[in-house]
Nanobody, 124 residues
């Protein structure tokens, strides 16, 4: 599967932003899809993930309530809706696919396929 993340940009603190992950290639609903992010000078961290069916989602504890992940298997897309953005949310956001795990995983090594990333910059 090939993944393409989009929707990043420059926003102000408190704004909302929607990121999209478009997939092509093998059957999209074979994959759990996750979002990860990497801030400047920091390691990449888990953000959110959604199950193959879209019925189950998990979030990083410190982001739950501000971020919402969803998917549309008919359109081969996963969306990450971000609210009340903070400067600490500034990062390159990546979407990734996991075709192995039975359940949605927060663990980066579970994800074998990665998109190129989209930059989100939140100004104060």
């Amino acid at each position: 599967v090939q993944l393409q993340a989009s929707g990043g940009g420059l926003v102000q603190a408190g704004d909302s932003l929607r990121l999209s992950c478009a997939a092509s290639g093998r059957t999209f609903d074979n994959y759990n899809i996750g979002w990860f992010r990497q801030a400047p000078g920091k390691v990449r961290e888990f953000v959110a993930a959604v199950s193959r069916s879209g019925n189950s989602a998990v979030y990083a504890d410190h982001l739950q309530g501000r971020f919402t992940i969803s998917r549309d298997n008919a359109k081969n897309t996963v969306t990450l809706q971000m609210y009340s953005l903070k400067p600490d949310d500034t990062a390159v956001y990546y979407c990734a696919a996991d075709d192995y795990s039975e359940y949605v995983s927060r663990t980066e090594p579970r994800y074998d396929f990665w998109g190129q990333g989209t930059l989100v910059t939140v100004s104060s």
